[in-house]
């Protein structure tokens, strides 16, 4: 049992929905959860970390349920998207007492403190207090002590805000290699060029239920009442235009200012490739075809921006 | 899967046990709040009347230290559970105000900068997160209350010797019981207040006001309805009751210590609900 599953999960709190009838099946790799403010998805990090439990429907994080936290939380790491570590404390101090609560001798507890707080860069600020951390600093110890017990399930609510550039590329990294051990690494986040560069997959989330699941492609594959957009560059823009103005698959096309590239928006990607096929062997020369809305921000557009 | 088997173990060395990590928490805890220097100068000025408790046993075991005093006066001054009683009033109010002072501090930061999932996303319960808060202010207050009065009681025996032992043993006992009834009900009052406002002054205000406020109204409930039940509802006078029955010493007048102790257990369980109620990781306010 390797995935995330949630199954026709709902919580409400009180009369306020959290999340209604969500079924999903999260694969190893790192899954984003987007979604618009208080559209569930800290509920659903919430739930999956057996912090809330459902009011209906059944969760199992790699064949554990939350609601046995002693086995849970020895596979799975949260960082939340609050400001918690103690400020009287130092970086390696919160990190081992958190260790030490897991249940790790002092000796062990310590090692691994110091491997968690390297991997974020943190050694040279170990001793230093929280609270002369940057928020930067704050926010890599806050993942520092989410990672710190070698975690199967990473479970970080927004856990890139607040890092400069160069952290953040690093961590995209650390994202990278933790997926590439087969961990799971779910995250939320609001910065959807971010979420499209790393996201293995990505799970639409609004008022509190699922819009979409899977991969950015497939995702996009399914929607059909958009057409697909694709840029093409090309020598000789205007003709390929009216050439493929031609099918009926086309419904709209913009011609670039440079005359080099055109905008092309399509009901049908099988047609639209065939017929790209014919100009190209037609003797027109094809530089370059990029989807131009298979990417998150498109899909929020599409399926939770209109809303 | 063949990667996430190449590249990843579970962990599977030692562990400490699960029943002993929540002592974690109390170890930082207690060194942070000796840190405060009005904690700190509170638990030295308690010492002040057990230091005093411990001299007059001296004396009363010396006899010929109070040879020039009057006979009656001389059978007055006795070790005995009256003494303790009386040891066990000025301690216990040094306790409210340790506990008003040191427990605001235990839960309030952590509600207040959203650390509950912190703790919560280890393997720690509520309720051994609770225990844990409960620790440390028990531990605290502990210091102040029956472990001197546990030295106290050992000085008697070790002066008075194995048949004074004998005949009171159950005035020791009684007196750690006592304390232990007493500090739960005031660490219990200083969480549930701590839980419930985020401003660490206004708790302890609260904390305290609890004790006189109750007081007041038992008080209240008394004259205006001419009866002497109503102070059961005051803990300060209700644990009096117990402690009485306890060092057997004649209790004042109203309710036994059976219907106090029941008042008692009444008012731990009703601020173990107010806590349990508070101690949530996600809280949502509609």
Redesign the interface.
Known sequence: M?AVIFNEVSKF????LGVNRVTLNVP?GITSLVGPNGSGKTTLM?LM????HPDHGTISMRGISPRD??AL??????A?Q???A?R??TGF?FIT??L??????RA?AEEKAWKALERLSLTDAANRKVAAYSKGMRQRVRLA?AIA??P?ILVLDEPLNGLDPLVRAETIALFRTWA????HVIISSHVLQEVDLISDQVVLIANGMIVAEGTIRTVREEIQEHPSQYLIRCRDASDVASRLFSEDHVSEIRLNDDRMGLLVMTRDREQFARALGRIALDGHRIDGVVPADENVDALYEYLIGGE | ?A???R??R??D??????WA??L??PR?AWR?LYQQRLVLLLTMLAFVWPLLCAGFIYLTNHAELLQGLDRDFRQFIQVNGQFFSIFMYVQAGFAVFLAALAGPGLIA?DLA???L?????????RWSYALARLTVLMGMLSVVTWVPGLVLFALQVGLAGGAWFRANWTIGVGMVAGFLVWLLILSLVAMASSAYVKWRVVAAAISLAFFFILSGVGEMIDQVLRVTWGHIIDPAWAVNQVWCALLGVTPPEGPGAAASAWALAAMIVLLALVIERKLR??E?V?
């Open positions: 390797t709190y009180g009369e306020v190893p919430n970390t057996g912090l809330i936290p002693e939380m020895r596979i799975t790491g949260y939340t609050y400001d918690t103690p009287w404390a101090t007492t958190g030490l609560l897991f249940g790790y001798g062990e002590q017990h070698d199967e590439g051990e087969g961990k | 899967m990667v996430y088997k590249g990843y579970r962990y060395g030692p562990l400490t046990g699960r990590r929540f974690v928490l930082y942070r930061p900068n959203n650390a999932p912190l703790y919560f996303s280890r393997p720690l319960t990781p996600v949502v509609s």
